[in-house]
């Protein structure tokens, strides 16, 4: 059997076989894979002409039945309130039940009890949990040195058809079943900048480039007897090495350029993972509560009666927005709903200006519904959308051919973006704390100082998106084939010289220098003048800084964005050197 087959008979084993089409719905695969599969499995021996379980296969699930879990809950805990008290993340609570213990009841509804956690830090919160629900505790005396690898490596002897969970996420819907087949590591459908896997075709979770979007990859993994062997020799072997004291337990998932067990889908909306209390907050701030929000908003925007709008879900949350879908007399739409500290980011009534200035324009959908007082809008929902792909060439001709063709339009509002205001602006937000790098001063000085050479290059200033990074490049594919383009997400859009959107694309997409030229080339197709291609380095300097910045008066609110971050302060201070090159050669000529 291949995992796809697998599935298939997993899923005839979850809900009594229908017809083909209800079983594609259930497995997540098409009714093509479905139909071959079936005949694979007669073919073999796994079902019956009637579509039952045979013997041979009810002997392939009792190989691989769950048999135990391991939860790996050593690590450092998490601040909370007024980030002066720690706790385990373990023991954040949501609906007023804790988080470990809903991962443990989650496991005893499949029939797993045999249940081990390792714990390390502020291990004696976990004691009641033997009396409670009959677990065993596993002690890491080395928490605060090296990382989960280790912990597991503690649970080894006991990993054989096995569950491997971390203590921080919340499961909405179980993701334990009472059989599996194979060997999985879960992921969501979400990309991210931060995530080192992506599914393929095959199911395979593969290496992504440097620089590109993965699946956000969500922790909990299952192990066969036979993968868990290989794994424990793995890990046996790493942890020898003081080069693997800060590494992840999937490091010993890794052959080559790809894991060695299949993925396993699970919708975002099921699954959330807590690395700080900012998160929590939003988590426990009650999704129930914003999706009654967002039904009476989106109804009395639509005037319609609230029973019209159904098939309400979450799509994401953040910092910035909440976003939910719904659909209303058929048709499938968007509500964001702004969170908390946005009002510190975001003119809303400015942004109410810019949507106004571009209705259309053809640059995007106008927004069905947009409040400039508490940023609510509504949009349609975009079916079979893709972002732009920023290492492949196509993507980045239409997209600059888009971006060029918004500019020429030369659109005027009332406000605008500046640059080295907001990177002050940002930094007062801090309050009074010093920046976590060291040599700040010292950079945003060197930034500051590009000022007058930028100033003395702008030719004229019009409408700029300002965020024209590749997730808000959106392409559609109509029936025909045909690629439609639309620039999304216009929130910081104001009046600024045209060329900083350039360089915040590139920022964003975490360009080095060659492919940041590559860019400049595409847009002013072969033809930029040295001044321009100079003043566009100083943008990257500048714009680098600035969502520093950003970022830092995010990690005091507890949101981290781990390489993005780092990346955006060494672009203040690499393409500074770069610009300054430039400058001192044009100077020489």
């Known amino acids: 059997m291949n995992a796809q087959e697998k599935d298939i008979l997993l899923a005839i084993l979850q809900k009594p076989f229908i017809n083909q089409r209800l079983l594609a719905e259930t497995s997540g695969h098409s009714l093509g894979i479905v139909n071959r599969s079936i005949k694979n499995l007669m073919k073999e021996g796994y079902l019956e002409d009637d579509i039952k379980i045979t013997a041979k296969a009810q002997q392939e699930l009792a190989l691989n039945a769950p048999k135990n879990a391991v939860i790996l809950a050593a690590g450092y805990g998490i601040y909370s309130g007024a980030g002066d008290v720690q706790k385990p993340k373990a023991f954040l609570e949501f609906n007023g039940e804790p988080f470990i213990e809903r991962i443990i009841k989650c496991l005893h509804e499949v029939g797993v009890k045999e249940i081990y956690i390792v714990v390390g ?44 969970v971390p203590c921080d996420v919340w499961c909405d819907r179980n993701p334990f079943r009472r059989n599996e087949l194979y060997s999985w590591y879960m992921v969501s459908e979400l990309m991210v900048r931060e995530s080192n896997v992506r599914i393929n075709r095959k199911s395979e979770l593969a290496l992504v480039p440097e620089n590109s979007n993965g699946n956000r990859m969500i922790g909990i993994a299952y192990l066969t007897a036979e993968t868990a062997s290989l794994v424990r020799s793995r890990i046996a072997e790493m942890c020898t090495n003081s080069r693997y004291d800060s590494s992840f337990w999937e490091e010993a998932l890794y052959e080559k350029d790809k894991m060695i067990i299949q993925a396993r889908m699970m919708p975002s909306k099921d699954i959330i993972e807590v690395n700080t209390y900012k998160q929590f907050q939003e988590l426990d701030e009650g999704p129930e509560q914003l999706k009654q929000k967002a039904i009476l908003t989106a109804a009395e925007a639509l005037d319609v009666k609230i029973d019209h709008i159904t098939h309400v879900e979450m799509l994401k949350t953040g910092m910035t927005n909440k976003s939910f879908m719904f659909q209303c007399a058929g048709e499938k739409y968007v509500i964001r709903i702004p969170g908390e500290g946005t009002s510190h980011l975001i003119n809303r009534r400015e942004e109410a200006a810019v949507y106004s200035a571009i209705a259309g324009k053809g640059l995007c959908e106008d927004p069905v519904y947009i409040n400039p007082d508490n940023g609510y809008k509504i949009a349609r929902f975009i079916n079979g959308a893709r972002c732009c792909d920023p290492l492949i060439d196509s993507d980045l001709k239409l997209c600059m051919r888009k971006l060029k063709a918004f500019h020429n339009m030369k659109l005027k509002v009332n406000h605008e973006f500046n640059i080295f205001e907001k990177i002050q602006y940002y930094e007062d937000l801090w309050q009074g704390k010093p920046s976590v790098y060291r040599d700040y001063l010292q950079t945003k000085e060197n930034v500051f100082s590009l000022r007058q050479f930028i100033e003395e290059n702008v030719t004229e200033k019009v409408l700029t998106h300002i965020d024209a990074v590749p997730d808000n490049f959106i392409f559609t594919e109509n029936k025909n084939g045909d690629l439609s383009l639309q620039l999304t997400d216009w929130e910081y859009a104001g009046m600024q010289d045209p060329h900083v959107d350039i360089a ?27 001044n321009i291609h100079t003043k566009i380095y100083c943008y990257m300097a500048a714009c680098g800084l600035l969502w520093s910045n950003w970022c830092e008066y995010k990690r005091n609110l507890g949101v981290e964005f781990g390489e993005y971050s780092l990346r955006q302060y060494r672009y203040a201070k690499d393409f500074y050197k770069f610009a300054m090159a430039e400058r001192e050669e044009q100077n020489e000529l």
């Not at 080395?142 to 058809?161: D, F, G, I, R």
């Not at 915040?504 to 040295?530: R, V």
């Open 121 to 164: 830090f502020m291990k004696e919160h976990f004691e009641y949990l033997i009396d409670t629900y009959n677990v065993e505790l596993i002690i890491n005396k080395h928490y605060a040195e090296k990382n989960n690898l280790h912990s597991l490596k503690l649970a080894a002897e006991h990993l054989s058809n096995t569950y491997i």
């Open 504 to 530: 915040m694309f590139c920022i964003y997409a975490l360009y080095n220098k060659q492919q940041a030229d590559h860019l400049i080339d595409i847009y002013f197709e072969g033809n930029c003048p040295i």
